[in-house]
């Protein structure tokens, strides 16, 4: 059990106590996590050929939500790091340093909100970069996760075995759907079924919530970084991921270019 699904078995133990109270409408630890992990997809940093994610986050809350945690906040502070690191290393990001997440309790904040201040910071505690800023960040050599699809300019697309779809914009959907970019027409497709994003060179295929789910390799995903020859599976539907470098000239291969089955 990984990411979110852990996460939650963690809350689900706590039903019977403190978090039984903040049901119907107010914070839930679960929403909290999902908050963390919008901010650290936010705020990133990139440096030697890697995506650096802030590793501190302090999260300011109203003082009766904070009182609601009190007797599980260290927990609920351990737990939210690992589902950050999960989280991190599903998407190929880098941290410096292990994730910290501190609970603080904020008159000004509303109950049920929540205002996250994250940093990227070295072990002797020095800040590096600032909020919401993609820059350069010199660092030294880091032990890092495989290889992603490289950050220089690609070509990228999909291959049922009859079309070559590219991906020319930020985002591609797919499903059964007239309004997605690449529409399936297999019973087992739903509708808006899944996604995929290009995010600092890299394409991330996101599952949508289908009913039948979406399978990379074989395994069932939630959100998962694609590499060449990745095999799709959604519903039934098989698609192969292909990438190279950007052709040089005119002459260099390329996909192509319309994105739509026939008839659509």
């Given at each position: 059990?990984?990411?979110?699904?852990?996460?939650?078995?963690?809350?689900?133990?706590?039903?019977?106590?403190?978090?039984?109270?903040?049901?119907?409408?107010?914070?839930?630890?679960?929403?909290?996590?999902?908050?963390?992990?919008?901010?650290?997809?936010?705020?990133?940093?990139?440096?030697?050929?890697?995506?650096?994610?802030?590793?501190?986050?302090?999260?300011?809350?109203?003082?009766?939500?904070?009182?609601?945690?009190?007797?599980?906040?260290?927990?609920?502070?351990?737990?939210?790091?690992?589902?950050?690191?999960?989280?991190?290393?599903k998407r190929q990001y880098n941290f410096i340093g292990r994730p910290h997440v501190t609970l603080h309790g904020d008159p000004t904040i509303r109950q049920g909100?929540?205002?996250?201040?994250?940093?990227?910071?070295?072990?002797?505690?020095?800040?590096?970069?600032?909020?919401?800023?993609?820059?350069?960040?010199?660092?030294?050599?880091?032990?890092?996760?495989?290889?992603?699809?490289?950050?220089?300019?690609?070509?990228?697309?999909?291959?049922?075995?009859?079309?070559?779809?590219?991906?020319?914009?930020?985002?591609?959907?797919?499903?059964?759907?007239?309004?997605?970019?690449?529409?399936?027409?297999?019973?087992?497709?739903?509708?808006?079924?899944?996604?995929?994003?290009?995010?600092?060179?890299?394409?991330?295929?996101?599952d949508m919530g289908s009913t039948h789910g979406t399978l990379v390799n074989g395994q069932r995903i939630e959100e998962v970084v694609l590499r060449d020859g990745d095999v799709l599976t959604l519903?039934?539907?098989?698609?192969?991921?292909?990438?190279?470098?950007?052709?040089?000239?005119?002459?260099?291969?390329?996909?192509?270019?319309?994105?739509?089955?026939?008839?659509?």
């Amino acid at each position: 059990m990984k990411g979110l699904q852990r996460f939650e078995a963690f809350a689900e133990q706590l039903l019977e106590g403190s978090l039984g109270r903040l049901m119907g409408g107010r914070l839930e630890p679960v929403e909290l996590a999902k908050r963390l992990a919008r901010i650290m997809d936010d705020q990133q940093t990139i440096g030697a050929g890697k995506v650096f994610v802030p590793n501190h986050y302090q999260v300011h809350l109203n003082p009766a939500d904070l009182t609601a945690f009190a007797s599980f906040q260290g927990g609920l502070e351990s737990e939210l790091a690992a589902y950050l690191a999960e989280t991190a290393e599903k998407r190929q990001y880098n941290f410096i340093g292990r994730p910290h997440v501190t609970l603080h309790g904020d008159p000004t904040i509303r109950q049920g909100d929540t205002r996250i201040v994250a940093h990227l910071m070295d072990a002797q505690g020095v800040t590096l970069g600032g909020p919401g800023m993609t820059q350069e960040l010199k660092v030294g050599p880091m032990q890092g996760g495989p290889t992603p699809v490289p950050a220089s300019p690609t070509v990228a697309w999909l291959s049922d075995g009859v079309r070559e779809v590219p991906i020319r914009g930020p985002r591609l959907s797919l499903g059964r759907a007239l309004d997605n970019d690449l529409i399936l027409e297999s019973a087992g497709v739903s509708r808006h079924h899944a996604q995929v994003e290009r995010r600092h060179g890299r394409y991330v295929l996101r599952d949508m919530g289908s009913t039948h789910g979406t399978l990379v390799n074989g395994q069932r995903i939630e959100e998962v970084v694609l590499r060449d020859g990745d095999v799709l599976t959604l519903g039934g539907q098989r698609l192969v991921f292909r990438v190279s470098a950007a052709p040089a000239d005119n002459n260099a291969a390329a996909p192509p270019a319309d994105p739509r089955p026939r008839g659509a």
